[in-house]
């Protein structure tokens, strides 16, 4: 079992920055992928950036790359994810999740059905 606790999110202007954390706990942090997700009113969750285990693999998703950065320090427990350049349409709830290492999960990492825990969201506003 995993318990994943956001922190971080808030209101800020366009072109401003936000760092999301989240805290994980009941596991070895490194023994779990941790992907960061995100859901406005009315949309299905989607996918935004994903970090191995061990964090030497990172993925995006296009709208993000370049902007967002995924990263963990598994030494706190606890699994980051920079965003820089917001723009309105990244107004969501933001959620971290995590996946038990699994040799297929490289393959399905975007899938929301890839995480067997999840965080209970932070809210992100993005003003224009």
């Known amino acids: 079992q995993v318990e994943l606790v956001e922190s971080g999110g808030g209101l800020v202007q366009t072109g401003g920055s936000l760092r999301l954390s989240c805290a994980a706990s009941?596991?070895?942090?490194?023994?779990?992928?941790m992907g960061w997700f995100r859901q406005a009113p009315g949309s299905e969750r989607q996918f935004v950036a994903a970090i191995t285990g061990g964090g030497g693999r990172q993925y995006y998703h296009p709208s993000v790359k370049g902007r967002f950065t995924v990263s963990r320090d598994n030494a706190k427990s606890t699994g980051y994810l920079q965003m820089n350049s917001l723009k309105f349409e990244d107004t969501a709830v933001y959620y971290c999740?995590?996946?038990?290492?699994?040799?297929?999960?490289?393959?399905?990492?975007?899938?929301?059905?890839?995480?067997?825990?999840w965080g209970q969201g932070t809210q992100v506003t993005v003003s224009s």
């Open positions: 009941g596991r070895t942090f490194s023994s779990v992928h």
């Open positions: 999740a995590a996946a038990p290492l699994r040799s297929d999960w490289n393959g399905y990492y975007y899938q929301p059905s890839a995480y067997d825990y």
